[in-house]
């Protein structure tokens, strides 16, 4: 069974700041990586995912992640944030499991810009 | 329809009442999930379809808790005698079967109060 694990609930930030939102996964096997936004009183939409070749994906709004395999890591990072950006963050894994691939989710990091 | 539609986006009802959720998934999309969603936590997977093989209830916390879908159509969620503790947004969720690379698309929603 796999699981992820996003170490900050919360992370501050000023606008126009640089931001990395944290996210560690355990799995035996190999795994497909996804981190979803949750605007407020919005449902789920998809950031950006990893499949497999290059281990840095960029996504919509300037986001991008890296897959680090050794690490089990797979961090989001900004470069520069809005106040717009503000939302909850979800990563996600999907591995095989007795036949089905069910993403697993973490706890969601709240990202909080502060004009 | 464009998206994942849930139905009703809120529920109130009294504790030992059953309630009914509907989901309307995104057509062609063969997978379908459902997670819960409390507040301040992550989503935690409860069942998935997968077209007509039987469906992973892994998730369920209870017998109280039941789910059934109509092919590849519409599921329903159904919780028997509610406690407090259901309080939660129900989210379900689509995807085309693609062994885990695809996306899940999200509704906005069901949020279940119980008093």
């Known amino acids: 069974a796999q699981s992820v694990t996003q170490l900050d609930s919360q992370v501050p930030v000023f606008e126009e700041a640089p931001v990395e939102l944290r996210c560690n996964y355990s799995s035996s096997v190999s795994v497909y990586l996804f981190w979803y936004v949750q605007y407020p009183n919005q449902g789920l939409q998809l950031l950006l995912k990893y499949l497999s070749g290059s281990t840095l994906v960029k996504g919509i709004n300037g986001f991008e992640a890296e897959f680090n395999k050794s690490q089990t890591s797979f961090h989001l990072r900004k470069p520069s944030v809005h106040i717009s950006d503000t939302a909850e963050y979800f990563c996600a894994v999907s591995a095989p499991s007795g036949g089905s691939y069910i993403p697993t989710f973490g706890r969601g990091t709240s990202l909080i810009v502060h004009p | 329809g464009a998206g994942v539609s849930q139905s009703p986006s809120n529920k109130v009802t009294e504790k030992g009442k059953d309630v009914e959720l509907r989901c309307d998934p995104i057509?062609?999309?063969?997978?379908l999930y459902w997670y819960r969603q409390r507040l301040g936590q992550g989503l935690e997977f409860l069942i998935y379809f997968q077209g007509n093989s039987a469906p992973d209830k892994s998730g369920l916390p209870s017998d109280r808790f039941s789910a059934e879908r109509t092919g590849e159509s519409v599921s329903t969620l159904t919780i028997q005698r509610t406690q407090q503790e259901d309080s939660a947004v129900y989210l379900c969720?689509?995807?085309?079967?693609?062994?885990?690379?695809?996306?899940?698309?999200f509704g906005q929603g069901t949020r279940l109060t119980v008093v």
């Open positions: 969720a689509s995807s085309f079967r693609d062994r885990g690379r695809s996306e899940a698309f």
């Open positions: 057509s062609g999309h063969t997978a």
